[in-house]
T-cell receptor, first 116, second 112 residues
Framework: DTGVSQDPRHKITKRGQNVTFRCDPI?????LYWYRQTLGQGPEFLTY????????KSRLLSDRFSAERPKGSFSTLEIQRTEQGDSAMYLC??????????????FGAGSRLTVL | SQQGEEDPQALSIQEGENATMNCSYK?????LQWYRQNSGRGLVHLIL?????REKHSGRLRVTLDTSKKSSSLLITASRAADTASYFC????????????FGKGTRLSVIA
């Protein structure tokens, strides 16, 4: 296992197009998280899953954002009708939630989105 | 929303010097963590300190936590050019089921 994998690493799209990012977590981790990071800021939480259940999605930025984890393994984050303000780094992380009070996230390298 | 606020926002030091970064947070926490991010990359976990601990060491890193002041500091001793990165504090709020909440980070530059 080589850690958390994200694909693509960089996506350039035109405003109004849909984009999808994929995240493959560490195989034994049951929780998967999506964060967004804009330039000069810290990661901003979007949503997370425990196995295939999406436990929190109220922080998704708008109804144009959706995430799935259909079989409790990989996850996808889709942004519909992209806007220039969606340009950011989208980070995926995973964790083993057996230890609730010592939650440590392992991050992927991120998917950078540029909306023209 | 971002709970933690790091200070300073940017820090530039010479190789061999110590670097100190501070973090303040707002709500009660289970633990506080520090992460490092090299430019354009993902974050890497450095160290975790529990709410009932006051100080923790890991190699050249020393973290302190003052829950009465809701603040933490990260000290990197004998800094190296390879320590150049952004450093973020992150808190696990007391509810225990809320994911990590990150601050805005401190950008550290270590000049050789």
């Amino acid at each position: 296992d080589t850690g958390v994998s994200q694909d693509p690493r960089h996506k350039i799209t035109k405003r109004g197009q849909n984009v999808t990012f994929r995240c493959d977590p560490i195989s034994e981790h049951n929780r998967l998280y999506w964060y967004r990071q804009t330039l000069g800021q810290g990661p901003e939480f979007l949503t997370y899953f425990q196995n295939e259940a999406q436990l929190e999605k109220s922080r998704l930025l708008s109804d144009r954002f959706s995430a799935e984890r259909p079989k409790g393994s990989f996850s996808t984050l889709e942004i519909q009708r992209t806007e220039q303000g969606d340009s950011a780094m989208y980070l995926c992380a995973s964790s083993n939630q057996r230890d609730t009070y010592n939650l440590v996230l392992t991050f992927g390298a991120g998917s950078r989105l540029t909306v023209l | 929303s971002q709970q933690g606020e790091e200070d300073p926002q940017a820090l530039s030091i010479q190789e061999g010097e110590n670097a100190t970064m501070n973090c303040s947070y707002k709500t009660s926490i289970n633990n506080l963590q520090w992460y490092r991010q090299n430019s354009g990359r993902g974050l890497v976990h450095l160290i975790l300190i529990r709410s009932n601990e006051r100080e923790k060491h890991s190699g050249r890193l020393r973290v302190t936590l003052d829950t009465s002041k809701k603040s933490s500091s990260l000290l990197i001793t004998a800094s190296r050019a390879a320590d150049t990165a952004s450093y973020f504090c992150a808190t696990v709020p007391y509810s225990g089921n809320t994911p990590l909440v990150f601050g805005k980070g401190t950008r550290l530059s270590v000049i050789a």
